[in-house]
């Protein structure tokens, strides 16, 4: 690699880690190529920037960004997975160092704050945003579907006691 594509690899990664809120690095070494291929195309079909990184390339170019607080971890095989949603990010960094023993997770950033192994696997129980915003439009609905129902009640009660004065009425 010549100065000028080192250049516009540090370059990309600097635009990278500025514009990233979710950042994980991850070890693949020993991963087969086979595997390597199919990681990639999950990557790809999830929607994650994925890519293996030169370790000093990616720590020049996290200076001044919030990668930089995990400039340390970029030693060895390291390549970069950035996404929007940090919790879709873990599940699949976790789904696939469960599968591929040489796939594991070094460090991350999620929303400009450093998170290690431990904090991954508490991202990983966290429910989807999609799945929280299911919950709290439920929650939202049934109180209104309660609300409702509760007024309706009262309205048809009143109508069965009007109709039985009616009926009273008529019969005397």
């Given amino acids: 690699m010549d100065r000028k594509q080192k250049q516009k690899e540090l370059d990309s990664l600097a635009e990278d880690f500025k514009d990233a809120k979710n950042v994980f690095l991850v070890n693949f070494q020993g991963l087969s190529v ?3 291929t199919v990681l990639r195309s999950e990557m790809r079909k999830n929607r994650v920037k994925y890519k293996v990184v030169k370790n000093t390339l990616a720590q ?3 200076v001044g960004t919030s990668v930089e607080q995990v400039m340390g971890k970029f ?8 996404f929007e949603d940090p919790v879709e990010l873990a599940k699949l960094v ?22 290690d192994v431990k904090d991954l696997e508490a991202l990983v129980n966290l429910p989807s945003k999609e799945q929280l915003l299911s919950k709290i439009m439920f929650l939202i609905n049934s109180g209104a579907q309660r609300l409702a129902s509760a007024t309706s009640g009262v309205s048809r009660n009143l109508a069965v006691v009007m109709g039985q004065i009616r009926d009273q009425k008529q019969d005397s």
């Fill in 34 to 36: 086979t595997n390597d």
């Fill in 60 to 62: 020049k170019a996290s």
């Fill in 75 to 82: 030693v060895g095989s390291t390549a970069i997975a950035i």
């Fill in 94 to 115: 976790s789904k696939f160092a469960k599968d591929y023993s040489q796939f594991k997770f070094k460090a991350g950033i999620v929303e400009g704050r450093a998170i």
